[in-house]
């Protein structure tokens, strides 16, 4: 095992599913968190994923037992001095995880890895809050990580590529799928579920569609589970809302649709009735919306180099359950439809055609 002795700082949503699945794996791991109280419930969050998995014969009660043994928690980063790698799993503010790296870098041996689990931040910039920035670098695991497989493994400007390299096998030896991704905002899966979604709400907002349409067309043209707005509705509008306002700096076509700036960051759901039909021309509309909306992004992530075409078709099927996946389903239809689709976007929004389209027809070869 690449590393042995993982710390995780943040025992919420993400560091408890990152616990989980390391403990699963055979891997020893520290888990901080500000109070005993934080601690103590991501504890019994790993706890009750394993037991759940004992009940159900997917592991056996010695195996259960096994797994949380290796878990223990602390309040102080002190506990971490021993830690191969640590994954800062805390609130998704800059000034917030700066504050704790530069506290960390006393408690660090001179080859501990550290990692960011962020989702919006540069992993580049947080870097530079750390003695070492070369040891530093992006693992954006998935919710829930205790099950989800992909963890896309962001490379910093400064980031050692031995390092990088290693972080990769660890995702590997630790039954993860990683995805090598630059350092860019939104990384290889957001930059197109997030617009994906976003595109649902400007298509509602311009009366193009009910909701419950609108998510039937999506299962039907890209294949996926559930549609946009039961997605959104789960994850939660609002987190919707900072995911895509995070995309901003890549242009005009990643602005807010009109409803989430304007309901920004209150509890709300969308409602999703039980009538999903509608006219073909209607249906015909939305799905070339939502696929443009999907295939814009993704030939731009290309032509960035941001991620490959094989690494986003696999984040898109494992991490989002997309049947049909972006660089597979724009293969299929060829370069000229592809372009008719996407062409909207680049018009509408002033966007260049991306470079990528002249490879459509053999993205994934
Ligand atoms: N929730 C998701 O779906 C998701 C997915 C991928 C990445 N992320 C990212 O993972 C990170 C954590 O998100 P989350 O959803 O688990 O948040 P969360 O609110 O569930 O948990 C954050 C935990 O960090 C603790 N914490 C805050 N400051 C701390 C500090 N200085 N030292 C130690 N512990 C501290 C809090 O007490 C809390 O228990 C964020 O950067 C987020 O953007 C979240």
């Known amino acids: 095992m690449t590393f042995s002795q993982v710390g ?9 599913g990152i616990a989980t ?10 888990l901080v968190d ?111 990580a205790a099950i989800n497989p992909i963890v896309e493994v962001v490379k910093g400007e400064k980031t050692d590529q031995g390092l990088y390299d290693k972080a990769l096998d660890f995702c590997r030896q630790t039954a993860k799928k990683p995805i ?10 957001n930059r197109f579920f997030v617009p994906y979604g976003n595109e649902a709400v400007r298509l509602l907002d311009e009366g193009l569609g009910s909701t419950a349409q609108i998510d039937r067309v999506a299962r039907e043209c890209m294949g996926v589970a559930a549609g946009p707005f039961l997605v959104t509705n789960l994850v939660k509008p609002k987190i919707m809302f900072h995911a895509q ?30 009538d999903a039909s509608g006219d073909a021309e209607a249906d015909k509309k939305i799905a070339d919306r939502l696929m443009a909306a999907t295939f814009f992004p993704v030939l731009q992530e290309l032509d960035e180099g941001v991620a490959s075409a094989a690494d986003i078709d696999m984040g898109a099927g494992l991490a989002l359950r997309f049947g049909k996946a972006p660089c597979e389903l724009m293969d299929e239809l060829g370069q000229d439809e592809v372009r008719r689709i ?8 002033g966007h260049a055609m991306p470079d990528s389209l002249s490879k459509v027809g053999s993205l994934r070869s």
């Open 34 to 144: 500000t109070t005993q109280d934080a601690v103590d419930r991501g504890l019994a969050a790993a706890k009750k994923f394993y037991d759940r998995a004992a009940e159900k014969g997917k592991m056996s009660g010695d195996d259960a037992a096994a797994c949380f043994g290796r878990l223990t928690g602390a309040t102080d980063v002190a506990a971490l001095s021993g830690c191969d790698l640590i994954v800062e799993a805390i609130f998704e503010e800059q000034s917030v995880k700066e504050e704790l790296f530069g506290r960390l870098n006393a408690h660090l041996k001179p080859e501990t890895v550290v990692a960011t689990n962020t989702s919006a931040l540069r992993v580049s910039d947080l870097a530079e809050a750390v003695d070492d920035p070369t040891r530093f670098l992006g693992l954006h695991y998935f919710n829930p």
């Open 245 to 274: 306002r995070n995309l901003g700096p890549h242009g005009a076509f990643y602005t807010l649709a009109n409803t989430l700036a304007e309901k920004g960051d209150s509890d709300y759901e969308f409602e999703i009735g039980e």
């Open 21 to 30: 699945t390391l403990g699963q794996q055979g891997v020893s791991v520290v």
């Open 342 to 349: 996407v062409s909207p976007v680049t018009e509408t929004y």
């Open 180 to 189: 090598a991704c630059k350092d860019s905002f939104g990384f290889a899966i």
């Open 8 to 16: 995780i700082i943040g025992a919420g949503t993400m560091g408890s």
